[in-house]
């Protein structure tokens, strides 16, 4: 019973495209550095806007995220200190974010995982809280990529989340608190502007289409929960299973818990 319940619930939350972003320049480095990071909540492809981080529906107030940390070696180091509010500026308006810094010291892959509070989206009348992950690896050793973090919502990596050639794949597995989700639905979508992290704003769009199929691609996940999806150009890909979390409501309200990876393409030279 409680498979069949994950998989009912996106139906009615479908139709946003909006992603957590957890931004850093580069997911391969070759030795340990300070990694600057920028939390925004924006529409990748089109870059409509940018969406205040933690808004609610009957205030004037925004919440703090619940939870950022980093996984290194099965090892969870609370960032959440590290948080520094933000206005970052999209295309058309400005919204409420963080930005963070790290300093990575030790050799292997380095999960940064963001829990946001819930956002509420007055155009569907619905929460949304995104869980995020974005994993940098040093010197070329892996260590955690596939570790699973029994999130509430999760994509599991298949396949590296870095090191992708364009032209490439990744693969993964939705679960929801350690459970696969079966056909779970997957938006992705392209980061059509580099992110100007010292200004902290959008830069311009690197690509165009004028059919929103193109902005937004939807897939479906198979019986367990596993998708493959090709990568045809060279900069960042956000996957984000949609709706797949078991909690469902939040201050008498329709909840939607996401899964959220962003994977890194890079160029063959």
């Known amino acids: 019973m409680r498979n069949i319940l994950i998989t009912l619930g996106f139906s009615s939350v479908i139709f946003a495209n909006s992603f957590q972003l957890v931004y850093t320049p580069d997911t391969t480095i070759n030795s340990g550095r300070t990694l600057k990071f920028v939390h925004t909540m924006v529409h990748p492809y089109s870059d409509r806007k940018t969406m205040d981080m933690g808004k609610q529906h009957n205030s004037k107030e925004f919440l703090k995220p619940e939870e950022f940390y ?14 520094e509010p933000i206005s970052f500026q999209g295309k058309k308006r400005a919204g409420k974010g963080y930005r963070s810094k790290h300093r990575v010291k030790k050799m292997g892959d380095h999960l940064f995982v963001l829990k946001p509070a819930p956002y509420y989206s007055e155009l569907e009348g619905i929460y949304l809280q995104q869980i995020t992950k974005t994993v940098v690896n040093i ?14 919502a999760e994509i599991v990596p298949l396949s590296k989340p870095y090191g992708i050639w364009e032209g ?16 779970a639905h997957i938006e992705i979508e392209y980061l059509n502007s580099d992110v100007d992290l010292n200004n902290l704003k959008m ?15 939807e897939i479906k996940a198979n019986e367990r929960g596993e998708f493959t999806f090709h990568l045809p150009r060279q900069g960042w890909w956000g996957f984000n299973a949609k709706g797949v979390g078991l909690k469902k409501d939040n201050k008498e309200k329709e909840l939607s818990i996401d899964g959220v990876i962003w994977v890194q393409v890079k160029k063959v030279q």
């Open 70 to 83: 980093v996984v290194h070696k099965g090892v969870k180091k609370d960032l959440t200190k590290t948080l």
């Open 203 to 217: 830069g311009k769009a690197k690509t165009r289409v004028n059919n929103q199929n193109f902005k937004t691609i």
């Open 139 to 152: 010197s070329g050793k892996p260590t955690d990529w596939d570790r699973e973090l029994g999130l509430e």
């Open 168 to 183: 490439s794949s990744f693969s993964g597995m939705v679960k929801a608190s350690g459970i696969p989700v079966p056909f």
